[in-house]
Each structure stands twice: as structure tokens, then as C-alpha cells.
């Protein structure tokens, strides 16, 4: 089903990659981000950056990250964590609601959490993992109220 539908809004292609894409819901503040498979460190990058430049222009805090078949390398992760997260939390707040869909590897959506968890002071962020789209743009949508 797609995004358009399951919400019933216009939405913003933001950046389409071989393997990851990003979309916006400019009127609800949420992004959507779906990986298909190993994400190379050229996409990966350019997503994050646009996804920057959306984020900053409509103060977007929700996010649906569709993970479950997401790989990239693990200096694309950091930069990620160490320096794209920051630059967006200062730009435009550290309250954030993120739903996620993992790949069933354990460790990997632990080490995902805690490595969130220690970069927003305690209440800040929410994360919820979420087995389908529609439940996650549905929580996402009633988050605030």
C-alpha cells in the first residue's frame, strides 16, 4: 500500500536511491525512510543530507525508518550518529518519535537503541518498533495528541 494512501495527503519524494529511499509528509512533520538491502556510502549520505535539508525547512521530528533489510558501513553509521544526528538536533530540537521496522538480528536493533538513547537527554525520544507501515505512520500521526 502506499504512503499516498495510507495517509490520504500529498507526499514529497525527498531522495530515491538504488537501495534507500526517503519520503515526506510535509503536513504531519513525518519522514519515511525504506532501505532495500546494503546501502552504499554514496546514497547513504546523499539521503542523509537531503533528509537534512527537509527536516531543517519543515522541523520534522517523527520517523518511520523501514530497517528490516538495511545494511551500510559502519563509518556511515557514525557519521550518522556522531555528526548528522547532532547537527539536526540543534537545528531543530531534540524531541523526536521514531518508528522502526529492524532485521531480526538482536544485537543489531540493541546496539541501534542504545546508541540513540545516549544522544538525547532523558524524555526526548521515543521509539517504537513497529511490524507494518500503517501502524507506524498511525502512531506517528497520534503521538502528539
Not at 35 to 63: I, M, N, P, T
Not at 75 to 103: L, N, R, S
Request: net charge negative; hydrophobic share 40%; charged share 25%.
Amino acid at each position: 500500500m502506499s504512503i499516498t494512501t495510507l495517509t490520504n495527503t500529498k507526499v514529497i519524494e525527498v531522495y530515491r536511491g538504488s537501495y534507500i529511499n526517503a519520503d515526506l509528509i510535509a503536513v504531519e512533520g513525518i519522514f519515511i525512510i525504506e532501505s532495500k538491502g546494503h546501502c552504499s556510502s554514496k546514497d547513504f549520505r546523499g539521503l542523509f543530507q537531503e533528509v537534512g535539508r527537509y527536516a531543517k525547512k519543515y522541523k520534522v521530528d517523527k520517523w518511520f525508518l523501514d530497517l528490516q533489510t538495511f545494511s551500510a558501513n559502519p563509518e556511515d553509521i557514525d557519521w550518522v550518529v556522531d555528526e548528522w544526528i547532532p547537527d539536526i538536533t540543534k537545528a531543530i530540537g531534540c524531541k523526536h518519535h521514531i518508528a522502526f521496522t529492524f532485521p531480526e538480528n538482536v544485537i543489531y536493533q540493541f546496539g541501534f537503541s542504545r546508541r540513540l538513547n545516549k544522544l538525547f537527554p532523558s524524555g526526548c525520544l521515543h521509539i517504537m518498533p513497529i511490524a507494518d507501515k500503517e501502524h507506524a505512520l498511525k502512531w506517528l500521526q497520534e503521538c502528539d495528541q
